[in-house]
T-cell receptor, first 111, second 117 residues
Framework: GQSLEQPSEVTAVEGAIVQINCTYQTSGFYGLSWYQQHDGGAPTFLSYNALDGLEETGRFSSFLSRSDSYGYLLLQELQMKDSASYFCAVTSSGGSYIPTFGRGTSLIVHP | GAVVSQHPSWVICKSGTSVKIECRSLDFQATTMFWYRQFPKKSLMLMATSNEGSKATYEQGVEKDKFLINHASLTLSTLTVTSAHPEDSSFYIC?????????????FGPGTRLTVT
């Protein structure tokens, strides 16, 4: 089976940098994705890592270490609108290439 | 960008009735669509994978006779909750994987909030 672990909640202040970690266990790892979901809304795709290293997209970056089965989402210059839940999802051959989602991390940004 | 719509966005029904939820990919073809269920402050629970023209693949513990899925075309999948009960009240979200897209990238619909009274 597959499993993912991420913190349930993270708090930070506006303008700060926050890192949300995700560790996973799976067979036939293919890639790690990150999604953002605001309350009452649908998840939106943020990023995807298949190879080791850092992928940067504006204020958001995502990192992957395949050897450590670990990744993180880095959010810089935090804004109030970044308050949301962030899910990591792993795609693997063991999971028929269907992303399996973690439990989500609730990010609360304070003024 | 790829857009997925869901209809209705919310529905209230009486216990024992059936409710149909539609999921459409508006500007791309989706050979595969997924149906998720989400409880408040919880993760997305995959219910079933729907492939166009074939029977849906249900996850363990999901009753296929209760949650009927039809994927009649490359742009439409429907989920019918039959004989709904209050415990079926939840947020149902569909997602679609583009035929030409990356396997890991899914586009989610806005979700349907079902309340069974």
């Amino acid at each position: 089976g597959q499993s993912l672990e991420q913190p349930s909640e993270v708090t930070a202040v506006e303008g700060a940098i926050v890192q949300i970690n995700c560790t996973y266990q799976t067979s036939g790892f293919y890639g790690l994705s990150w999604y953002q979901q605001h309350d009452g809304g649908a998840p939106t795709f943020l990023s995807y890592n298949a190879l080791d290293g850092l992928e940067e997209t504006g204020r958001f970056s995502s990192f992957l270490s395949r050897s450590d089965s670990y990744g993180y989402l880095l959010l810089q210059e935090l804004q109030m609108k970044d308050s949301a839940s962030y899910f990591c999802a792993v795609t693997s051959s063991g999971g028929s290439y269907i992303p399996t989602f973690g439990r989500g991390t609730s990010l609360i940004v304070h003024p | 960008g790829a857009v997925v719509s869901q209809h209705p966005s919310w529905v209230i029904c009486k216990s024992g009735t059936s409710v149909k939820i539609e999921c459409r990919s508006l500007d791309f073809q989706a050979t595969t669509m997924f149906w998720y269920r989400q409880f408040p402050k919880k993760s997305l629970m995959l219910m079933a994978t729907s492939n166009e023209g074939s029977k849906a693949t249900y996850e363990q513990g999901v009753e296929k006779d209760k949650f009927l899925i039809n994927h009649a075309s490359l742009t439409l999948s429907t989920l019918t909750v039959t004989s709904a009960h209050p415990e079926d009240s939840s947020f149902y979200i569909c997602s679609a994987r583009a035929s030409s897209g990356r396997a890991e990238e899914q586009y989610f619909g806005p979700g349907t909030r079902l309340t069974v009274t």
